[in-house]
């Protein structure tokens, strides 16, 4: 067995737990004052999983085999649904996750929060100057917004599109839930008003936001420049493929690939009119984040020739405009954010319970 050596330096112990469709993933942080450390973390498969209960279980049996019995002192779990009582139908896995019986089960005090909920509280955690955490988004002279105020906001896109805000207050922060990734999608030009048409008759409704800004929104919007004939016939994107699409177009964009390339264009000026949108609803001048993988993996044409930023500062209104460019964006490069969220929310709301605390 191994020492939980500087098990003395942390305050508490908190199991934070990130669920996913593909994957749930398990982390042991510790928490001295406002610093989280990951001690131990494990993932494993959502689909190979029997419960949420069982990845749990097992969990804490690796936690107390590696580190001499230390069992945590919290639970928190996110996940990619709504939470009501702490509970969460998860959107993406058969399960519902039951904080109540999980305490019960284990008799340790679990609380569930949404997976963007999660992001949200790790925010604060993130070091704006460590390039290895976060990417700065510069306006096009190169010039960086300085943060200020007390109201951060995040926007990522994965397989589906999350937005969450967090707001300081007294010296502590609160994450606030929001569904604006299902908001409706407001066209900026010709081609994204083509775009809305066609996948409003897809759907045979009025499309959100997530099937613009997601996995599925960049799959879409390859099978929107096909079949409106903008692919030359030697593109590799030219013919169905099987396999994940939004993958390939990333592939072959970075591979040089013009129709590839003039998709991810088109999903970054999506991407920066929602995040735009965001940016009025919540005013973040402490920052907007934008987080997720697809971000992350791609964050080239993000950069590129500040294609994001200029439509995300474009408004009809110049004061508004101005505002926005006083709002400083960054790229999230952590993929351990929602754990940090997660174990930092713990200790949030469980201050939140504390008389006078």
Not at 36 to 49: A, C, E
Not at 81 to 89: A, D, K, L, T, Y
Not at 246 to 270: H, K, P, Q, W
């Amino acid at each position: 067995m191994r020492q939980l050596g500087n098990r003395r330096e942390y305050d508490s112990l908190i199991l934070a737990c990130d669920v996913g469709g593909t994957n749930t993933s398990v982390a042991l942080v510790g928490r001295f004052g406002t610093r989280f450390d990951i001690v131990h973390r494990t993932r494993y498969g959502s689909q190979d999983l029997p419960s949420m209960e069982e990845g749990l279980r097992r969990g804490i049996n690796e936690i107390e085999r590696e580190f001499s019995g230390h069992r945590p002192d919290r639970i928190c779990i996110s996940g990619a649904g709504p939470v009501h009582e702490n509970r969460c139908n998860l959107t993406n896995v058969d399960w519902v996750i039951d904080g109540d019986a999980i305490t019960d089960t284990f008799g340790i005090p679990t609380t569930v929060i949404n997976d963007f909920s999660a992001i949200s509280y790790g925010i604060p955690l993130l070091d704006t100057e460590d390039p290895e955490q976060i990417t700065p988004v510069p306006a096009a002279d190169g010039q960086q917004a300085i943060p200020h105020g007390t109201v951060q906001a995040v926007v990522g896109a994965g397989t589906g599109l999350g937005v969450g805000y967090l707001v300081e207050h007294a010296g502590r922060f609160v994450a606030l839930p929001s569904e604006g990734g299902h908001a409706a999608f407001a066209p900026y030009d010709e081609l994204s008003a083509e775009l809305l048409d066609f996948i409003s008759d897809r759907e045979g409704t009025v499309p959100g936001a997530e099937l613009f800004v997601s996995g599925q929104g960049i799959a879409r919007a390859l099978d929107f420049i096909r079949e409106t004939g903008r692919i030359p016939a030697d593109s590799p994107l030219h013919a169905r493929t099987s396999g994940d699409p939004a993958a390939a177009v990333s592939v072959a964009a970075a591979a040089g690939d013009t129709a590839g390339a003039e998709i991810m264009r088109l999903f970054v000026r999506n991407y920066a009119r929602v995040a735009s949108d965001a940016a009025l609803h919540f005013l973040p001048r402490r920052g907007l984040f934008l987080a997720g993988g697809i971000v992350t993996k791609n964050e080239s044409w993000f950069l590129e020739e500040s294609h994001f930023i200029r439509i995300f500062t474009t408004n009809y209104r110049e004061h508004i405009a101005g505002l926005l460019r006083e709002i400083p964006v960054y790229i999230v490069k952590d993929y351990a954010i929602s754990l940090y969220g997660a174990a930092h929310a713990a200790y949030a709301l469980s201050m939140e319970d504390t008389p006078n605390g």
